[in-house]
């Protein structure tokens, strides 16, 4: 059903207009027919404040959470060296626990970077999170994943895998094996794109410059233009990736990426942490989007995204969870809390206003999952993307007229708030589940096949293997090509 209407008492339109008084939004055939005033006293059915979904510009759709699974909070690279722990189960529940639960957090619209539990089996693993996707009623841009290069650290393996006791060496060298050439890879990709729905949008998804030749980097830039397809990648995500770009693009790693011809408005970037302003100018100039993981960077210790230099360059942002909510709940309102605290400017430094924020969150951020396609505001025409937030707990202490709800939103609001949701037209929350699938059910499903599946953890050889990536990053050998530490080594 997607016709119908939604009562509201306050409305948020969208990033450059003020909040507005009561009223009714109508729907029809997915889209924003009309908005009516109402006279107050009105009792929303659905909510106090209407405005449009949140979209999470960066995400991997994993059910299980990581921390779960035994891959703790660390640094990037030491916390993937853990991610292979996590438990085969079927994708479809994975993609559906994820994508619910987001539901429930306000989100619409999303990025999913797919990580592939079999590589070998990426298309079906697509369909079963294009049939998620469908299911939940989200719309999920889709991420089809090429990576390989650099397949166990960024600079010669050959430190990291000494580092290793004899047994877990060999089982470490060997992994990258299971990986299709990115040739193969690409054709899959090309396979993931026949899938394609109004809730399944399949991109590009290079995983990270450091993971991608040069040659299929400037592959995937031919087709994407060619096709008009999107691409999203991992961009300096940490500070080892940063150094690793600068040791081995002396011109510059953003240099190298234009020269290829991969920076334009069809490529969306996630984290962008260690970017420089001279790169945020050229992104920007480019019409390249970022995706900030506020929460991610600080649980993986990434750092800070520079924001005040996006903005400076006029370089657009959205907000990515990136899977790692700041308390592990997937807790969207929080995110854009950390977000606003994070990056508004101390002081009187007016880095981000509430209208910047708002674009950004809801706008750009939408841009950077979808491209352009006229969403993010409640105005007639739109997509009937919408999220209808309660005001019973966040005004439950105020006294009238002294603070507006839309400021009460970015100081108090929770997933805890979420009254309703709304992907082009069809409501797909209700009183706090989702209705278009059944979220405990398959979250109690997926929890028992990664509790009867997950082999027991080795610790012994989990801490070697965080050890062995500790000391290869301290010692700075992702900086060393493998021809110079070679010449070292025999001088
Ligand atoms: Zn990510």
């Not at 994508?99 to 990426?122: E, Y």
């Not at 993307?385 to 309660?390: E, T």
Request: charged share 20%; hydrophobic share 45%.
């Amino acid at each position: 059903m997607t016709n119908g209407s939604i009562p509201f008492a306050h409305l948020l339109r969208g990033p450059d207009t003020a909040a507005q008084g009561a009223g009714v939004v109508h729907l029809s055939g997915g889209q924003i027919a009309q908005i009516t005033p109402a006279p107050l006293p009105s009792a929303p059915a659905a909510g106090d404040i209407l405005m449009p979904a949140l979209c999470n510009a960066h995400d991997h759709g994993r059910g299980l959470r990581t921390v779960a699974f035994g891959a703790q909070d660390d640094t990037l690279e030491v916390w993937l060296s853990a991610l292979s722990l996590e438990p085969k189960v079927d994708p479809y529940l994975r993609a559906a626990a994820a994508f619910g639960r987001l539901a429930l957090s306000g989100v619409g619209v999303l990025n999913h970077c797919h990580n592939a539990q079999d590589p070998q089996a990426l298309v079906d693993e697509a369909c079963a999170v294009a049939r998620a996707a469908a299911d939940v009623g989200l719309r999920v841009a889709f991420a089809a994943p090429v990576l390989g290069h650099n397949p166990l650290s960024y600079g010669d393996p050959g430190p990291l895998l000494d580092a290793l006791p004899e047994g877990l060496r060999t089982e470490v060298a060997n992994r990258p094996r299971a990986l299709p050439s990115m040739a193969a890879q690409l054709d899959a990709a090309e396979e993931v794109f026949t899938l394609a729905s109004p809730h399944f949008l399949p991109q590009y998804g290079p995983v990270g410059p450091q993971w991608v030749d040069a040659d299929t980097l400037g592959e995937i830039a031919a087709r994407s233009a060619r096709h008009d397809r999107r691409v999203h990648m991992h961009l300096l995500e940490t500070r080892a990736q940063r150094e690793w770009a600068d040791s081995t693009y002396p011109d510059g790693l953003i240099a190298h990426l234009d020269a290829l011809g991969l920076l334009s408005p069809r490529l969306t970037v996630a984290h962008g942490t260690w970017l420089r302003p001279d790169e945020c100018a050229l992104l920007a100039a480019r019409g390249v989007m970022v995706s900030v993981n506020t929460s991610s960077n600080l649980r993986l210790r990434s750092g800070i995204a520079p924001v005040a230099d996006f903005v400076a360059a006029g370089l657009r942002f959205g907000m990515g969870l990136d899977g790692m909510a700041f308390d592990d709940d997937e807790d969207a309102l929080r995110e854009l809390r950390m977000l606003w605290h994070l990056q508004r400017g101390f002081g009187l430094n007016d880095v981000l206003t509430p209208q910047s924020l708002w674009r950004a969150v809801l706008s750009d951020g939408r841009a950077a999952i979808l491209g352009e396609d006229g969403g993010g505001t409640v105005i007639p025409g739109a997509p009937a993307d919408l999220l209808a937030l309660s005001t019973d707990r966040i005004m439950a202490d105020t006294i009238a007229d002294r603070c507006h709800p839309s400021e009460l939103l970015l100081t108090r609001a929770t997933k805890a708030d979420v009254a309703g949701l709304w992907v082009a037209g069809r409501r797909i929350v209700a009183d706090g589940r989702c209705l278009g699938i059944d979220l405990p059910e398959i979250e109690a499903e997926l929890l028992a096949q990664a509790r009867a599946g997950a082999a027991p953890m080795d610790t012994a050889a989990q801490g070697a293997r965080a050890e062995a990536m500790r000391g290869y990053l301290h010692a700075g050998c992702h900086c060393v090509p493998p021809p110079t530490r070679n010449k070292r080594a025999a001088e």
